[in-house]
């Protein structure tokens, strides 16, 4: 069956930081995607990576990086220099390429960044 | 910003009401889903729509049905409100199904008395 854990509920951090998300992921599919979206305090959700599962190398933009290793099952996010506007609930996705339907998120992880 | 609108953006109901929510998009997007958002459980998926008149159940269906007349609308019925339905309800709606990304809605907050 297809699952995403986010073991971390909660993570706070001071502006500057760098600061890891964990996403690990199970799924018997040899063809999936993976995500990362981020719920900032006023509720949206807004879509930052598509990762599919043929594609292993890193991804930077800006201060975000991800590092995806399907060894471990996991898609990691790293949040370079934290900022205040980085405080907000990510969640990590997992769908099925040819079963659309079958979006699983995670529980989320909420940041809170302090100045 | 994908055009997607979601009514009413708040709503208070008692228990055994029937209660509609609306997904309007302008983005004429094949595909439109509805999830509910719990704490402790991130978003799950309820009914999703591939067509007009196309529609199939998600990972949490129970006491929930769907409509679609229009590309456009996409409708989330609780035909009789319990309290468990209190919730965050996202609508979401994705071009194509190869890629799987979504764009979602802002949000309604449903609460069941």
């Known amino acids: 069956a297809q699952k995403v854990t986010q073991a971390q509920t909660e993570i706070s951090v001071v502006e500057k930081e760098d600061v890891t998300l964990d996403c690990v992921y199970e799924t018997r599919d040899t063809t999936y995607y993976l995500f990362w979206y981020k719920q900032p305090p006023s509720g949206e959700l807004v879509f930052l990576i598509r990762r599919n599962s043929f594609d292993e190398q890193n991804e930077i933009s800006g201060r975000y990086s991800w590092n995806f290793q399907k060894s471990t099952s996991s898609f990691n996010f790293t949040i370079t220099a934290s900022q205040v506007v980085d405080s907000a609930v990510y969640f990590c996705a997992l769908s099925d390429k040819y079963n659309f339907n079958k979006f699983y998120f995670g529980s989320g992880t909420k940041l809170n960044v302090k100045p | 910003d994908a055009g997607i609108t979601q009514s009413p953006r708040h709503k208070v109901t008692e228990t055994g009401t029937p209660v509609t929510l609306r997904c309007h998009q302008t983005e004429n997007h094949r595909y439109m889903y509805w999830y509910r958002q719990d704490p402790g459980h991130g978003l799950r998926l309820i009914h999703y729509s591939y067509g007009v008149k196309d529609t199939d159940k998600g990972e949490v269906s129970d006491g929930y049905s769907v409509s679609r007349s229009k590309t456009e609308d996409f409708l989330l019925t609780l035909e009789s409100a319990t309290s468990s339905q209190t919730s965050v309800y996202f609508c979401?709606?994705?071009?194509?199904?190869?890629?799987?990304?979504?764009?979602f809605g802002e949000g309604s907050r449903l609460t069941v008395l």
């Open positions: 979401a709606i994705s071009e194509r199904t190869n890629t799987g990304e979504l764009f």
